[in-house]
């Protein structure tokens, strides 16, 4: 935090009582990294926790606290120092900042029980705040707050303008954004830098009432914090980079630079002489306790699905339909959408749960942070939908949700080429591979109706980022509706005893290759199909099984690009097999528009190029013998 003394204001008679900051030699000593970025703050996080938020220093997760994002996250050891203060942590653990076994990482983290999210990737805090807001006023209906601290620097994010348009569109009382205008960025100044008139105009511009202040005079941020509101409000706080430490105040080059040991001891010294010993010592509100429990242990359907086989159905209608019959269970079931309802199926879910559906508009980076917001705490089983192909734009949320621990469920429809007449830029033929590099998220890739369902009620209970990929067309039921699944547990769909090769096919490509099986067998060669159901985690121990049976030939085919997606999973799984041929078919070159079946025979991945493929390695076995 910074290194100055640190005054409050009460509410009660405004009297100035100083609050000794024990914690600054410490701090100091450690050389801590971005020590004018936490300086220009000192104020405005004393105010929010000392004055300000309401909530159980000895409990941070309580239902009922006042949340907080540091969304410019490299100011974590100013957010440590106020946790120090408050007694949850002990001023000797400030001592392992950044240490390999310390909790008190770089930038904040959930290892850290009083930080719901990750943030330091700049320009998402607000978004999840957002979340979190829009879940205290419509699902919990409660009393808590939301405070998020946003940089200047980070305000260049397009993001952030999202969340400002959503919070403002929602009417998000309960939100509250202290903007720290301290002009300097890492390597420019920011901007607008300090004309803290403009930033008012767009926060106005944007639907949220707008106070400037001194970030520096705790009497300001106490009037200011203690208005009553009506809007999601904007505290922009005109500050100094580097406050209290003359030599690199409002200097560039001083941004993630720690303080040589020499310049940090005099600035101690300096300011242990001006720090007023005070006996008070200020404790936070504790709040008032009217968040409702909520339990998110066995969300199950409350029954088997309906489907019959051989109905059609597309996967992506099959998911609004469970999406609503999960809601029935449920009340905490909680989807949103990114003005695509009418193509995903989540308007199904919408016209039965209209309170519980959130629409997000064409803002899929802030949606994924809302969705990330809601699911913060346990509060709500969170779907998050919209095509295949836009869940790109969201890739750097996607990333940040994992390493938040989030448990989030997203939904991409119509994934691939099998779109159709759209094009390419509709058609998600990189999101699996996207996913897959996402650590310990889970791909489920259900082909029919049935197993979307299953999939829709396992993401409830799989703990990280879920991702469900959906198709467009129409095809019919394969499962019975009293069929078992699992995560990372595969169905052999199609096999005999005389199979030559094992086909993994997913989605509509499964359906191709059972096809591809009837029609091979006409010509007395039989294949053994494979539906992995997930892609990540993949079922290696039955495919490797099966494909010992078939003599080691295994072919892949998928509807998206080669690199990254179910061909190169199974090549990862039997990397270290002996005897095994590999072949893979899959889309290889950004494809164009036109009709489901052209396009799946344009780019080899229908059921004639899977008998073409299967006839070829049996050739190539019987030329090699």
Not at 105 to 114: D, I, M, R, V, Y
Not at 175 to 186: K, M, P, S, T, Y
Not at 338 to 349: H, K, Q, R, V
Not at 589 to 603: M, Q
Request: neutral net charge.
């Amino acid at each position: 935090c910074r290194n100055d003394l640190v005054a409050l204001v009460t509410s009660d008679d405004h009297k100035v009582i100083s609050l000794v900051m024990n914690v600054i030699p410490n701090v100091y000593s450690l050389s801590p990294r971005y020590p004018t970025s936490c300086c220009s703050i000192a104020e405005i996080m004393s105010v929010l926790f000392f004055n300000t938020m309401k909530y159980r220093a000895e409990d941070p997760k309580n239902i009922n606290n006042d949340r907080f994002i540091l969304s410019k996250g490299h100011s974590a050891p100013a957010l440590y120092s106020m946790w120090t203060e408050t007694g949850f942590l002990k001023e000797s653990e400030l001592l392992s900042l950044c240490q390999v076994e310390s909790i008190l990482e770089g930038h904040p983290t959930p290892k850290q029980q009083f930080a719901d999210v990750v943030t330091g990737s700049l320009g998402q805090g607000l978004g999840v705040a957002c979340g979190m807001a829009y879940t205290g006023k419509y699902f919990d209906k409660s009393s808590y707050h939301v405070f998020c601290l946003l940089g200047d620097g980070e305000l260049s994010e397009g993001a952030v303008w999202e969340a400002m348009s959503f919070a403002s569109y929602y009417q998000l009382d309960n939100l509250v954004a202290i903007l720290d205008i301290n002009r300097l960025g890492q390597t420019d100044p920011a901007p607008l830098q300090h004309h803290v008139e403009k930033y008012q105009k767009r926060c106005e511009a944007f639907g949220w009432h707008s106070i400037i202040v001194d970030g520096h005079s705790v009497e300001e941020l106490c009037k200011a914090l203690s208005q009553a509101r009506h809007q999601p409000t904007a505290i922009i706080a005109k500050t100094t980079k580097g406050k209290g430490i003359p030599a690199v105040e409002d200097k560039m080059g001083w941004h993630a630079k720690p303080l040589s040991k020499d310049m940090a001891e005099g600035v101690v010294k300096d300011l242990q002489a001006r720090i007023m010993n005070s006996s008070k010592r200020l404790y936070p509100t504790t709040p008032i306790e009217d968040a409702p429990p909520v339990s998110l242990r066995n969300v199950r359907m409350p029954s088997a699905p309906a489907y019959k086989q051989g109905e059609k159905i597309s996967t992506r209608k099959a998911y609004g339909m469970a999406l609503a019959k999960l809601g029935r269970y449920n009340e905490r079931v909680v989807v949103l959408d990114g003005d695509t309802n009418n193509l995903t199926y989540s308007e199904i879910f919408k016209n039965e749960h209209p309170n519980r559906f959130v629409e997000c508009y064409i803002a899929q980076q802030n949606m994924v942070s809302v969705a990330t917001g809601c699911a913060a705490r346990e509060r709500n089983v969170v779907y998050a939908s919209t095509l295949a192909s836009f869940f790109t734009r969201a890739y750097d949320q996607l990333r940040m949700a994992a390493i938040s621990e989030s448990n989030i469920n997203l939904c991409g429809s119509h994934c691939g080429l099998s779109i159709g007449e759209d094009g390419p830029s509709q058609m998600g033929l990189e999101d699996m591979a996207m996913f897959r590099a996402i650590p310990m998220a889970t791909i489920f890739y259900p082909s029919d109706g049935v197993s979307i369902e299953k999939a829709v009620e396992l993401a409830a209970s799989t703990k990280g980022v879920c991702y469900i990929r959906t198709s467009h067309p129409e095809n019919p039921i394969i499962y019975s509706s009293n069929e078992d699944f699992h995560v990372g547990q595969a169905k052999v769909v199609y096999q005999s005893a005389e199979d030559k090769v094992t086909v993994i096919g997913a989605g509509i490509t499964l359906h191709e290759a059972m096809a591809a099986a009837e029609m091979l067998k006409k010509e007395r060669i039989f294949i053994r199909v494979i539906d992995p159901f997930t892609i990540k985690p993949l079922d290696s121990k039955t495919i490797i099984e099966h494909t010992r049976q078939t003599r080691g030939r295994i072919l892949t085919v998928e509807d998206h690009y080669y690199e990254g997606g179910l061909g190169e999973a199974v090549c990862s799984a039997v990397v270290n097999e002996q005897g095994f041929t590999l072949q893979r078919l899959a889309v290889a070159h950004v494809p164009r528009s036109g009709k489901t079946s052209e396009l799946l025979k344009i780019y080899g991945i229908d059921r004639e190029a899977i008998c073409q493929a299967v006839r070829k390695m049996l050739s190539g076995s019987a030329n090699a013998k």
